[in-house]
């Protein structure tokens, strides 16, 4: 069946270095494009990067939110199933709950979405 395994959060100084995954199982992530977003309480959801692929020429195209423009970097790993949210120089601003998503390609508003990982930035 398909499932998201999402991991890697964590306490982090700034300046620091996080990273962070999301598994999927039960069905090849070739099928999917991929997004993390990420959340403060009571503010919505925001989103972070995501890696799309069009439809016409199967090319992809990786897109990072100007807030984590140079810091973050979203990738894939196609054969293991997994993808990361690499994060650098992170800020105490960069303080939210990160959510992973699978977006079906036949549907993509059908996302396989992680259950949150707590990201904290501080001194």
């Known amino acids: 069946q398909v499932q998201v395994v999402e991991s890697g959060g964590g306490l982090v100084q700034p300046g620091g270095t996080l990273s962070l995954s999301c598994e999927l199982s039960g069905i090849t992530l070739r099928l999917f494009e991929v997004g993390w977003y990420r959340q403060v309480p009571g503010k919505e959801r925001e989103f972070v990067a995501e890696?799309?692929?069009?439809?016409?020429?199967?090319?992809?195209?990786?897109n990072h939110s100007d807030s984590v423009k140079g810091r973050f970097t979203i990738s894939k790993d196609n054969a293991k199933n997994i993808m990361y949210l690499q994060m650098k120089s992170l800020k105490p601003e960069d303080t939210a709950v990160y959510y992973c998503?699978?977006?079906?390609?036949?549907?993509?508003?059908?996302?396989?979405w992680g259950q949150g990982t707590q990201v904290t930035v501080s001194s």
């Open positions: 998503v699978f977006r079906a390609l036949r549907n993509r508003q059908h996302g396989l």
């Open positions: 890696i799309t692929r069009s439809d016409r020429t199967n090319s992809e195209t990786t």
